[in-house]
């Protein structure tokens, strides 16, 4: 039995729905649309150029997507769980919020962001730990139609600082602090050091979870809690949803390049919500009473569509956790999978090798037979990651879906269906109904064979594709619209096979993927850049066991600096407090020089190959205005 009309239950039924989405994209999308709660329905299905760029989805239509997440599920599952919360401690006792539960208390902040001067089309910052109340908080902008900007608990006030002044966000919600691990993370205090370089932020709202001492500063902060008791004595437990475009923008999401400062991706409503709801239940293959775990924060892209939003508006139970796989040891995932019962986990390669890397101990008395489905994401899955996860997870009965997408494109591209369209060990495989996918050579020309790699790009627009970055059209359309005529351009390679499954081979850009996080090297670079002792600095990527890439660092230093080591350090710290402590170098190397052309562009396929200790395939190293910096740098390899 179907649970959703529009969940394709075999082969032949992927390839129809594949076919038609592409030959009537209107009729297919709006079949689906039906089965949606909207206050108006479209004038027209979709309308889009990749030459402004201009996109729009269900144009004319008016909804509010938390309508779809949570008030029509009131009848039917009221009281079924929305959202299992599980602490970083394990024996800190686990919340339930029930779909009636969530809709109240998001009513109720709702009301609470109106007293504190929120209103619709306000950006609004929010720098949480993954706790209940960060889901309550980003539904509740959605309900009163303000645009939530996520930012994730691990970077640093600088990173805050650039995204309040790029949202012009005059509000921020916080907590004290975050535990995660072993770290008790001080959130507040970093909003507190973002704030001195944003007077326009007018308020702060700080949910309590650690309770640590903290200055609340008067006209400006105020507590969540005692804003919720100021509601309740008046008893405001429905909010009416505000009524939305079609096309207005639901959230910020921002993410790296290869140039310059992260961008601010646009997504908008409905597309949005119709494609995420789309791909949870098809690619996962979710039936109605599965329990759903991501183990992504909702600070990326992965935990908005996959933790949030895809599961809630398919009336599913979602699980959030605060802490991380390995502490207090590498049992914990597997742990939480047997307390409750969870049916399918959606997780990163990264995490997979480094629970790997722990061996079967950890596995032992574990039973995981609840598990059915398993899910990949973030960054390419090596066949050994593939295979252990596959024997030792999904004991050889689970389908694992390998999900390729981007935080630009909203929802997942290519990925097999659960069960349904066959997994390859190491390939994403094909494309979701609705997406084009091709590859373009080095001549700029698409590649019609199969067998070849290329640049994978995508020829249509799809309901959830990035409509702006915000506050700078044009920079969308220089960075995903103009290196190809008439495609979105992803930024990755991609190999296709003899039966058009695709394999994604990784960036082609100046982009890193450290443990499924994207960094520029740019903005790395950047950042060492501010430390006083440094001259000049090049940063590449190489493969790491665990963490997918690491970040390799090749640095001219001051030579009136003499305790290098120290430098090293302090480098170090320099990158933590302008990115965040999440982009840590790995290695980094001092030099006299870095291999440069003439015209004075760093050859950076020479350091790249040096850090892969690929020696012997620098290439040709003629061009160079120095040669000899090669060997110098090639002798001092770390
Ligand atoms: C980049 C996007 C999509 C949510 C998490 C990351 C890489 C993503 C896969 C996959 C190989 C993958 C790509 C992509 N990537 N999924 N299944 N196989 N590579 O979102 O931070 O926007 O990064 O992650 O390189 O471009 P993001």
Partial sequence: MKSFPYQISNLEEYHQAYQKSIKQPAQFWEEIAQNFIWKKKWDSVSEWNFKDPKIEWFKGAQLNITENCLDRHLNKFGDQAAIIWEPNNPNEQNRVLTYNDLYKQVCQFSHVLKNNGVKKGDTVCIYMGMIPELAIAVLSCARIGAIHSVVFGGFSAQSISDRLHDAKSEFVITCDGAFRGQKNIPLKSVIDEALISCPFVKRVIVYSRTQ?????????????????????TKNCNIFEAEVMEAEDPLFILYTSGSTGKPKGVVHSTAGYMIYTNYTFINTFQYQTNDIFFCTADIGWITGHSYLLYGPLSAGATTVLFEGIPTWPNASRLWDIIDKFKINTLYTAPTAIRSLMSYGLEPLKGKDLS???????VGEPINEEAWHWYNTNIGKNKCPIVDTWWQTETGGILISNLAGITPAIPSFATLPMPGIVPCLIDENGKEIEENNVSGNLCIKQAWPSIIRTTFGDHERCRKTYFSTYENKYYTGDGAFRDANGNYRITGRVDDVLNVSGHRIGTAEIENAINQHKGVIESAVVGYPHDIKG???????????????????????TQTVSNIIGPFAKLDKIQFVNGLPKTRSGKIMRRILRKIAENDLNNLGDTTTLLDPNVVNEIKNGRI
């Fill in 212 to 232: 640590i001492p903290l200055n609340m500063i008067e006209g400006r902060d105020t507590w969540w809690e005692e804003e919720i008791k100021k509601i309740e």
């Fill in 370 to 376: 609840s598990l059915k489905v398993l899910g990949t």
């Fill in 549 to 571: 890439q690491g970040i390799y660092a090749y640095i001219i230093y001051n030579k009136n600096i003499d305790d290098v080591i120290a430098l090293n350090n302090n480098i």
